[in-house]
């Protein structure tokens, strides 16, 4: 799990073993960026789900695929950074969770600050510069 803001980690695969740890950790909101069945030993995410709401914590499914970036998840991610919840959104690797999450911040945070957050995490998103500076300048 990789801190990005006071309220948004990002993380590979989580379990529902995991979500525990995530509420006495204070998360009131998980959020699956991964489609199921991407790897065989991979937990689907209604059982995540399951676990979640039986803790009283909020899940959103919002998948994915690698390499689609569509605009509807990037408003959709919006909306959970609008939230301002603390929330742990999970995938493979924590790559497509990052990827969203600098998209939806661009139309609050300018594009270096939102790419040297995502730095600070461990993520290089330099290769998004333009599409970051493309949403920001049409959110504007």
Not at 85 to 104: P, S
Request: net charge negative; with cysteine; aromatic share 8%.
């Amino acid at each position: 799990m990789k801190k990005v803001s006071d309220n948004y980690y990002v993380s590979s695969q989580i379990s529902e073993e995991d979500i525990d740890l995530f509420d006495k950790e204070g998360f009131s909101l998980i959020v699956c960026n991964r489609p199921n069945g991407e790897e065989e030993t991979q937990t689907d995410f209604e059982l995540i789900q399951k676990r979640c709401e039986s803790m009283g914590l909020t899940f959103i499914n919002l998948p994915m695929i690698p390499g689609d970036l569509q605009s509807e998840l990037i408003f959709e991610t919006k909306k959970i950074l609008d939230k301002n919840h603390k929330t742990l959104a999970y995938c493979r690797t924590g790559t497509r969770c990052i990827n969203l999450w600098a998209c939806a911040n661009v139309f609050k945070e300018n594009v270096d600050e939102t790419i040297k957050m995502a730095a600070e995490a461990g993520y290089d998103l330099n290769h998004l510069r333009s599409l970051l500076v493309s949403i920001r300048s049409s959110s504007s």
